[in-house]
């Protein structure tokens, strides 16, 4: 470790001191070129506080700096690395800087920098101070106009807001004029320049005004942007309708690049997307690319009211507007695609994703009290947890107060930057209730145990209910939300009494506030099943010691669609556990397997139901479910279910492959998507059973594939396989795509992901392979990421070999690249959970990033943290 240096300062929120000025106008004067780019920022300051003027700048090469027209020499004031300080500054003034940039050696991808030829910025959450002098924190609000300069070979000059005039220059040049009418923090400032094709639609609010929308692609694709046009429509007018928001300037922009190190970004009227997440056609871009265009689509737009209009005083309120986000995001791809397995999917990210990270070194709260780099808590937490806390909150205030909570808080906040007290405060003050326990959730971090316990007596009719919750040592008790039902041996809903309640109910949400509550359920006629936390109403691990047969009873017929998803995942879970500690399970999986097949044959649930209903809970699933993790006997033991699973259902399989082939007209719409789900996940299946038959049908699958979807379908089941079949797919493969860059990731990453022997010494070819490009994030991380976390069989090799893959990888791109190097770390933190000798393997490797000499800040926190114990 760097015991040599200082250490590294954090910022904490309790620091927070508002800013001792305001800047309330910025002129930007963009002069573009590649290789020298001059900005001229004019901003019109007053002082609110006494102390001198300290701006921020990162990598600036500072012309000229002068105070109400008078130009200052360097005596004037005192420039660092990361500061410009000016001091006895008047009440109020103006403040103008010239500087110059290089965006051509812009490697990090923050700032200003090149993507294809084209000039683009990224700001979020500190980049605009490698663009100019400033007060680069979100509490600053300003009226942004900006002028752009540039060649003509840059027809296309963007930034936020209206348009206000344009023109040709001498010199081969021209120029256009922004202005943003909206106050807006530095963070949401935008640039774009270059040549591009332009799809253009329009919108009518919901008052009726024109809003012109255009999408800006890569020459020749902008037929590729029509779902995600159709997808920007949708969402606006969704957000009308949910929650009473219209949109605000005469335009709306989205610009799509392909070296980008997130998915999007939301800058005012400008969003900026990696062109993964907004280009799709059926050829190119699989069901599941569809569906994540679809919602951050609707995430960046959203953003607008949550983020934009009303945004974050400090960097520690960022689950402000990415919990909230993603929430809205959440609800509207469920209106768009079904509730039940809308709500499947996001739950099982959040435990692939949030849980391990909240279970580890690096877990954090929702909101964190301090940081060294704030670039690095663009997590799950924040992000997926986040939204999980808005969804208990609503559940605490009851569905009326929650909307009215909302309406206060984008009245009461519009145009400001707020925190999540201010948040709270509207529906605790809409609802009267105190929800000062809610707020326990942000600030602890750890995902809480819920521990149902169930006594029936059948004599009185009643059943007895004892829950109980545990945090972290030391955190306080935090409000559960239990929405929960009753069946009985059979599968019917049974109905139940509340106590002090008359009226019996099917359904009932009981709201755990203690460390533990016992309640009595009466009118409870038969020996009754319990399906509890239905809809995953906390975000919490449940542990109930059901017996077998319960969890079969679910499966079938639990009406709650979440929960009967839940517990073919329980049972499955188990199943493999027990085959992987030698003591399996026949008898049960055979009737696991018997389960499944009639799920298939119902015909009242729907495809995409029945698709995430075949899939088995994943490797990384499977791994936080044990201590000591031994990855190769987590997969071996859930290779050989699936291999049963395969020989039982066989018949079932083929018929489902044969008769859900797609017929007629591609559609991207959420029947046909499921149609095609089940079909896939039916081959995945299939070929589980070792046989030549399923891999020539693979084989075929993948020859005769009309659509992204299939091809990937296929591929991904020969994947599995193995051996010359896989190989020949994929040389083919190759040859077919190699001119499309979005569907060679898949090609990268279905290799990075196989569970052959030989996947490592594939995967270091690859990174020599001529389409390899470590400076684009996305092929980057799906060669490398694809292995690290799509591969925990390989990447966990015993002689650590994986591990220290993903490090040099690491290390190589950390030199240029922070942001996304950094965020490849965390698999690494996991090690506690590991087999002694894999968790030395990758602690030796932490170890290793955070002492790399010049190693980046981004990198340096997070390896630091990982290596410290998790907290108990
Ligand atoms: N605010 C973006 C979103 O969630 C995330 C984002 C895009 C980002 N680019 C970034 C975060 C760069 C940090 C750094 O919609
Ligand atoms: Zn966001």
Redesign the pocket.
């Known amino acids: 470790m760097r015991t040599d240096l200082a250490p590294p300062q954090p910022t904490r929120l309790a620091d927070y001191q508002p800013p001792a000025f305001s800047i309330d106008t910025v002129r930007l004067e963009f002069a573009l070129d590649p290789a020298a780019t001059r900005v001229k920022a004019t901003l019109g300051m007053r002082r609110t506080e006494d102390g001198p003027l300290v701006l921020d700048g990162t990598r600036l090469k500072t012309l000229s700096v002068a105070l109400d027209g008078r130009p200052l020499s360097d005596t004037d004031y005192a420039l660092t690395d990361t500061t410009l300080t000016l001091t006895d500054m008047p009440a109020a003034f103006t403040l103008e800087t010239v500087v110059e940039l290089d965006p051509s050696s812009n490697t990090a991808l923050e700032g200003l920098y090149l993507s294809g030829g084209r000039f683009c910025t ?1 700001c ?2 500190e980049g605009f101070r490698t663009i100019t002098w400033f007060l680069d924190r979100p509490d600053v609000l300003s009226r942004y106009t900006v002028r752009i300069e540039a060649g003509t070979a840059f027809p296309h000059l963007l930034s936020n807001g209206n348009k206000i005039g344009e023109g040709a220059l001498d010199g081969g040049r021209h120029f256009a004029e922004w202005e943003d009418p909206f106050p807006k923090p530095a963070y949401l400032f935008a640039l774009v320049a270059g040549e591009l094709d332009v799809l253009e639609s329009a919108f009518t609010t919901m008052s009726g005004r024109e809003v012109a929308l255009r999408i800006f692609v890569d020459l020749g694709m902008s037929p590729r942007a029509e779902y995600a046009m159709d997808a920007l429509k949708r969402s606006m007018r969704w957000d009308e309708t949910a929650y009473g928001r219209e949109y605000d300037l005469d335009l709306f922009m989205i610009v799509a690049v392909r070296d980008f ?2 998915g ?3 800058n005012k009227g400008l969003n900026i997307f990696n062109s993964s997440l907004l280009l799709a056609d059926p050829e190119t871009a699989t069901d599941a690319d569809y569906e994540r265009i679809e919602s951050v689509v609707a ?2 737009y959203f ?1 607008n009211w949550t983020g934009d209009r009303i945004t974050c005083r400090d960097w520690f309120q960022l689950c402000l507007k ?1 919990g909230f986000t993603v929430y809205r995001d959440q609800g509207f791809s469920a209106d768009m695609r079904g509730h039940a397995v809308q709500r499947i999917k996001d739950v099982r990210l959040l435990r692939a994703r949030q849980f391990p990270e909240d279970d580890g070194p690096l877990a954090h709260p929702v909101r964190p009290a301090s940081y060294l780099k704030i ?1 690095n808590f ?1 997590t799950a937490t924040i992000y997926e947890k986040g939204a999980e806390l808005i969804g208990v909150l609503r559940a605490l205030v009851g569905e009326d107060a929650f909307k009215r909570g909302c309406d206060l808080y984008f009245t009461r906040f519009d145009g400001q930057a707020v925190t999540m007290e201010d948040f709270v405060s509207c529906f605790a003050e809409v609802s009267g209730l105190d929800l000062s326990q809610h707020f326990r959730w942000y600030e602890q971090p750890g995902t809480p145990t819920l521990n149902i316990d169930a006594v029936y007596d059948e004599a009185k009719q009643e059943l007895a209910l004892t829950l109980t919750q545990a945090g972290r040592s030391g955190a306080g008790p935090l409000p559960v939300p239990v929405k929960l039902g009753l069946l009985d041996g059979d599968g019917q809903p049974q109905l139940f009494s509340l106590p002090g309640a008359n009226a019996p109910v099917d359904e009932a949400t009981i709201t755990l506030t203690d460390a533990s509550l016992q309640l009595t359920l009466t009118g409870v006629e038969r020996l009754p099943v319990l399906s509890a936390l239905r809809g995953f109403s906390a975000p919490v691990k449940l542990v109930i010691d059901e017996p077998q047969k319960d969890a079969f009873v679910r499966l079938a017929a639990d009406p709650d669609l979440f929960n009967r998803w839940e517990a073919g995942q329980d049972l499955a879970r188990d199943l493999i556990l027990r085959r992987a500690a030698g003591t399996p399970d026949e008898v049960a999986e055979e009737r696991y397997a018997e389960a499944l097949g009639r799920s298939l044959a119902d015909p009242t649930a729907d495809h995409a139901f029945k698709a995430v209903s075949l899939s088995l809970p994943s490797e990384n699933e499977l791994a936080q479910a044990v201590r000591p993790v031994d990855p190769q006997a987590l997969h071996d033991a859930r290779d050989a279910l699936r291999g049963r699973l395969a020989v039982h259902l066989g018949p079932d399989l083929r018929a489902l492959h044969g008769e859900l082939q797609d017929a007629g007209e591609f559609s991207a719409d959420a029947s046909a998507a499921g149609r095609r789900a089940l079909r896939n996940a039916a081959l995945e299946l299939m070929v589980a059973d070792g046989t030549a038959d399923s891999t020539d049908r693979a084989t075929l699958h993948l020859q005769a594939a009309l659509n992204m979807t299939d091809a990937m379908g296929g591929l991904n089941a020969l994947s599995l396989v193995g051996g010359s079949a896989f190989d020949d797919a994929l040389t083919a493969f190759y040859e077919k795509w190699q001119g499309e860059p979005q569907v060679i990731d898949k090609w990268f990453s279905v290799q990075a992901r196989s569970p052959a022997a030989d996947t490592l010494g594939r995967v270091l070819g690859l990174t020599l392979h001529p389409a390899f490009d470590a400076k684009n994030p996305n092929r980057f991380r799906a060669l490398v990421q694809g292995f690290s976390s799509g591969n925990p069989l390989r990447f966990h090799e015993p002689d650590g070999a994986g591990h220290r893959f993903l490090t040099d990888q690491i290390l190589r791109a950390d030199a240029y690249n922070p ?1 996304t190097a950094s965020r490849l770390i965390e698999p690494l933190g996991q090690w506690a959970r590991y087999t002694p000798a894999l968790a030395q393997s990758m602690k030796d490797q932490l170890a290793r990033i955070a002492a790399h000499p010049g190693v980046s800040k981004n990198s340096f926190e997070l390896a630091s943290r990982a290596l410290e114990d998790a907290p108990g």
């Open positions: 990224q979020e959450p190190n997130f999007a970004m939301e995430h960046e953003h990415e670039d663009y942001l």
